[in-house]
C-alpha cells in the first residue's frame, strides 16, 4: 500500500509537470572546437555563456556543441582550470547551428602541464550527461591525474581519494569490499546485486582491477536504482577506460618498489585513418609482499578502436584481457575467547596462515560495444552491448570461521574453487532537449537487460584415496608448535552447478527548468529479475538434477523526485527522494516467496563550483531507511514456534543517517588538493516485538561500517626557473573506528558476541617527483609512520594493512 501511494503521487506529480501545452518556440545551438596554439585538439575544456546556465566540456576532438539557446547575442566563455579564460561574442539564430571555433593562447604542451582533478567532471554513470551542479546527488571523481601522482595499482587507494567511502575487507587477499552510507559492495560476480561498472556496463571485477592503466575512477552515492536497478543503495562504482585519440602520442614507464615490486606500462594512441583511431594500453606486474609466501603476477591488455561514421555517429569498440595468479591470504585470523573476538596482537604483519602452495588464478576476457548517433543537436541514441567471461580456480585453506581456539590453534580445512560467470549485458538510452512553452527539459528514456550465467563446482579431496577432512592443525601465535602439512592434495570436481538470472528494465527520467534557478528531476524505472532454478550435474553419473530453490520472480518500481535550487549560477541546493530494491532470500510463513525489500532514501545538499569551476564545495547529508528487513520469524503460520532460518518476515528496520563534505580545486597551474570528509550511523532500529531466536540486536552498528572517514590530498608543482618541473605532494587517509566479525542476534549459538572491534587509524603519504622535457620520476614514501592497523579479511579473520614502502615510477611522454 505504502508503495502504490508513494507510486501514485509520484504519477500526479510527472502529470502536472508535463501538461504544459507544447509550444512552436524553437531554440539555436553553438558547436565549434577548441584548438592549442600549435593546432592540436584541446580536450575537457570547459565552454560555456556568461548570461546564461548552459555550457559544454569539449570531447577527445577538441569539439563542443552547446544546445537550446534562444535567438539573441552571448559571451562565449572558455576556461581551463590553471588558465586564464579566454571570451568570445557569438549571435545565435532561432532554429540554426552557429559554428564558433576557438584558438587557445597556449600550446598543447603547456596546456599538458596543467594539472587537471576532474573534481567537476560530468559522471558517465549518469547516462544523460546532466551538468553536476544540476546532478542532486553526491558523486565523486578520481581522475587520471591523481591515479598518477598517487602511484595508484588497486582501485582500494583510488576510492581512498573519495568522502565517506572506505576499503572495509580485503577477502582472501584477491577482492575487495567498499563501503559507503553503510552499504557495501564487494568486487565479485555481476549478479543480482554488481555495483561496480566497467565503461557504464556492469562488470565482474574479481581479481583486483589495474586502476594504474584507467583514465578515471566515478562514485555514484546513494541510490542508483532508478537507472539500474538491483545495486548498492550506498555506491556504485564505474571504471572508464583510456579512449582512442586522433593525434599520436603515448607514454611508456616502468614502476617499482618494495617487496620485489616492477611494473612496466605502456600506453600507445594515434589515428589509422581520418576517421579510424585507436589506442593500447598494457601493463604486466610481478611483486612479492609484506605477507609471507604472498606473490603476484598479472597480464593485462585494453585495445580500443574509434570510428566516426559521419558527422553523427561514432563507434567504440573496447576489449581487455585480465591474466591474475594471486597467492591466497586468509589474514592472520582473530581468536575465540568466549566474548568479542579478540585481535592477535602479538602476530606480525608478515605471517601467513593459509597453505603454502595455495593459489588463485584469475582469466578474465571483456568486449564492449558503444555506438552514438545524434539525429540532431537536441536528439541522441546510444546503444551499448557487451560480454564478459570470468574463469577462477584456487585451492587452499578455507576461511577461519570463528574456528580459531583461544590459544591459537586452528584445525586447518581446505577448500577448491574452479567458477565460471559469463555476463551479457545491452542498454539502448534516448537523451533529448526540448521545450514546452517557457519550461525546458532534458529528457532521458532507456532500456537495460543483463544475462548472467554462473557455474560453480563442487569436489571432494583425497590423499592418496583417503578423504581429506581435517588437512592439519597450526598455531597462529606460535607456529613451531605444531609441525605444518606441505603436500597438495588430489581434488576432483564431483558435480556442476549453473545458476542463470536474468535482469531487465525500463526507465524515464526527465530534468525540467521550470525557470532558470528552479527544476526539478523526476523519474521511474520498472525492474524484473528472474532467477532460475539451478541445474546441478552429476559429474559421476552425468545424472541432472535441480536445485531445491524454484525459479523466482522478483518486480520492482523506483521513483526518483529531487527540486534544485540555483540562486546563483555557481551554487544548487537539491533535496531529493530515491529509493533502492534489494532481494531477499527465503520464504514468509505461508510458503511464498519474499518480495523485494524498498530502500527510502532521503537526501539534500549544496553544491558549489567558484572561480570558474576551479574550486567545487559540496556538502550533503541523507537519511536511507529499509523498513522491510527481513528476518528470522518467530511463529510459523499455525503459531508454533519457528526454528528454521530461511522462514522469514518484515518485522526488522535500519536506518542509516551521514554527512559528506568535499572541497577540491585548482587555484593556479602549479598546485591543486583534495578533501573530504564522511560520517555514518548505520544501526538497527526496529526488531521483533517480541525478541526471539535470529532477531538482531536493537541499535547495534551494522559490520564494516566506520563511523568517521576523511581523506586530504595536496600536489603543488614548481614552475620558478631554479625549480622548474619539480613536483611535491602529500596525502592523509583516515578510517574510523569500525565492526569486523558478524552483528549479534537474540538468542545466538554460541552464545558470545560475535563482533571485532577495529579501532580508527590514519595513514601519511609523501611523494616528490622531477620532469624535464618529457621523462618524469615520481618516488612516494607510503605509511610513513609505519601505523599498524587491520582491514576486515572475511568473518572472523582481520588482514594487516601494509607497512612502511617506497614506489618509484620513471616515465617517458612521446
Known amino acids: ?311 553523427k555517429t561514432t563507434i567504440l569498440l573496447q576489449a581487455d584481457y585480465l591474466k591474475s595468479n594471486l597467492t591466497p591470504d586468509n589474514g592472520i585470523g582473530s581468536l575465540n575467547a568466549n566474548r568479542d573476538a579478540e585481535i592477535p596482537t602479538t602476530v606480525p604483519r608478515s605471517r601467513f596462515i593459509n597453505t603454502r602452495w595455495a593459489y588463485n588464478n584469475l582469466d578474465q576476457k571483456t568486449a564492449t560495444l558503444n555506438v552514438d548517433h545524434a539525429f540532431t543537436d537536441n536528439w541522441k541514441l546510444t546503444f551499448i552491448t557487451s560480454a564478459q567471461e570470468t574463469n577462477v580456480t584456487a585451492f587452499g585453506a578455507g576461511v577461519p570461521n570463528n574456528n580459531i581456539a583461544a590459544n591459537g590453534d586452528w584445525n586447518r580445512t581446505l577448500s577448491r574453487t574452479l567458477t565460471s560467470e559469463k555476463d551479457y549485458t545491452g542498454q539502448l538510452n534516448l537523451n533529448g532537449r526540448f521545450n514546452t512553452g517557457p519550461i525546458a527539459h532534458q529528457l532521458l528514456v532507456g532500456t537495460d537487460l543483463v544475462a548472467v550465467s554462473s557455474v560453480s563446482n563442487s569436489f571432494t579431496i583425497t590423499n592418496n584415496g583417503v578423504g581429506v577432512t581435517t588437512y592439519d592443525r597450526i598455531n597462529i601465535l606460535d607456529p613451531a608448535k605444531y609441525q605444518e602439512q606441505t603436500y597438495i592434495p588430489d581434488s576432483r570436481a564431483i558435480s556442476r552447478t549453473t545458476s542463470p538470472l536474468y535482469r531487465s528494465g525500463v526507465y524515464v527520467q526527465d530534468l525540467i527548468s521550470l525557470t532558470d534557478k528552479f527544476k526539478v528531476l523526476a523519474g521511474i524505472r520498472w525492474s524484473y529479475q528472474k532467477t532460475l532454478q539451478t541445474q546441478i550435474m552429476n559429474l559421476v553419473t552425468n545424472a541432472e538434477t535441480r536445485g531445491t530453490a524454484l525459479t523466482r520472480y522478483d518486480r520492482a518500481f523506483s521513483p526518483k523526485v529531487a527540486l534544485i535550487y540555483q540562486p546563483i549560477r555557481m551554487t544548487s541546493i537539491f533535496a531529493s527522494y530515491s529509493n533502492n530494491f534489494s532481494t531477499n532470500s527465503g520464504v514468509d510463513i505461508y510458503g511464498q516467496q519474499l518480495r523485494p525489500s524498498i530502500v527510502d532514501q532521503y537526501e539534500v545538499g549544496v553544491k558549489n563550483e567558484l572561480f570558474d569551476g576551479r574550486l567545487t564545495a559540496n556538502v550533503g547529508i541523507y537519511r536511507i531507511r529499509n523498513s522491510d528487513f527481513a528476518q528470522t520469524a518467530l511463529t510459523k503460520a499455525d503459531g508454533t514456534p519457528n526454528t528454521d532460518t530461511n522462514v522469514k518476515e518484515f518485522t526488522g528496520e535500519t536506518t542509516s543517517d551521514g554527512l559528506e563534505i568535499d572541497l577540491a580545486g585548482n587555484l593556479s597551474r602549479n598546485v591543486y588538493f583534495i578533501t573530504g570528509y564522511g560520517y555514518n550511523y548505520m544501526r538497527y532500529t526496529k526488531a521483533s516485538t517480541v525478541p526471539g531466536v535470529g532477531a538482531p540486536i536493537l541499535g547495534e552498528r551494522l559490520i564494516n561500517n566506520p563511523a568517521h572517514t576523511a581523506n586530504a590530498t595536496l600536489f603543488y608543482t614548481f614552475d620558478l626557473p631554479q625549480l622548474r618541473g619539480l613536483k611535491l605532494g602529500a596525502s592523509a587517509f583516515y578510517t574510523g573506528a569500525r565492526y569486523g566479525g558478524l552483528n549479534n542476534t537474540v538468542g545466538q549459538t554460541p552464545a558470545y558476541n560475535r563482533l571485532i572491534p577495529l579501532t580508527g587509524f590514519t595513514t601519511i603519504d609523501m611523494t616528490a617527483g622531477y620532469t624535464y622535457q618529457k621523462i618524469s620520476l615520481l618516488v612516494k614514501l607510503s605509511n610513513i609512520t609505519n601505523e599498524l592497523n587491520y582491514l576486515i579479511h572475511d568473518r572472523y579473520s582481520i588482514m594487516p594493512i601494509a607497512p612502511r614502502q617506497v614506489v618509484a615510477t620513471v616515465s617517458y611522454k612521446f
Do not use: H
Request: hydrophobic fraction near 35%; glycine fraction near 12%.
Open 1 to 311: 500500500m505504502k508503495t502504490r501511494f508513494r507510486t501514485g503521487i509520484f504519477y500526479a506529480l510527472l502529470l502536472i509537470l508535463f501538461s504544459n501545452r507544447l509550444t512552436a518556440q524553437t531554440l539555436g545551438s553553438i558547436n565549434g572546437t577548441v584548438t592549442t596554439r600549435d593546432g592540436r585538439p584541446a580536450s575537457y575544456v570547459n565552454v560555456g555563456l556568461k548570461e546564461v546556465r548552459k555550457g559544454a566540456v569539449t570531447a577527445e576532438d577538441g569539439s563542443f556543441q552547446i544546445k537550446g539557446v534562444a535567438e539573441g547575442t552571448y559571451t562565449l566563455k572558455v576556461s581551463f582550470v590553471g588558465l586564464e579564460p579566454q571570451e568570445k561574442s557569438v549571435t545565435v539564430r532561432s532554429g540554426q547551428a552557429t559554428k564558433q571555433d576557438i584558438t587557445l593562447a597556449e600550446s598543447e604542451s603547456q596546456l599538458s602541464e596543467v594539472e587537471v582533478t576532474g573534481t567537476n567532471s560530468v559522471v558517465t554513470l549518469g547516462k544523460a550527461g546532466i551538468a553536476p551542479l544540476d546532478l542532486p546527488q553526491m558523486t565523486g571523481v578520481v581522475s587520471n591525474v591523481v591515479i598518477e601522482d598517487q602511484q595508484i595499482n588497486r582501485l582500494g587507494d583510488a576510492l581512498r581519494n573519495v568522502s565517506g567511502v572506505s576499503l572495509t575487507q580485503q577477502r582472501g587477499g584477491v577482492a575487495e569490499t567498499f563501503t559507503a552510507r553503510g552499504y557495501s559492495i564487494g568486487i565479485a560476480g555481476a549478479g543480482s546485486s554488481g555495483s561496480i561498472f566497467k565503461n557504464g556496463v556492469i562488470s565482474n571485477s574479481a581479481g583486483f582491477p589495474d586502476a594504474s592503466t584507467l583514465e578515471s575512477v566515478e562514485v555514484l552515492k546513494g541510490s542508483a536504482a532508478l537507472l539500474y536497478g538491483t545495486v548498492s543503495g550506498g555506491l556504485i562504482i564505474n571504471l572508464v577506460t583510456k579512449k582512442p585519440k586522433f593525434n599520436w602520442g603515448g607514454e611508456v614507464s616502468m614502476r617499482a618498489g618494495s617487496y620485489s615490486l616492477y611494473k612496466p606500462i605502456v600506453d600507445v594512441y594515434g589515428p589509422i585513418a581520418k576517421n579510424l583511431a585507436f589506442r593500447v594500453v598494457g601493463t604486466y606486474e610481478n611483486a612479492k609482499s609484506y605477507r609471507d609466501v604472498v606473490k603476484t603476477e598479472r597480464v593485462y591488455v585494453n585495445p580500443s578502436l574509434l570510428y566516426k561514421l559521419g558527422n
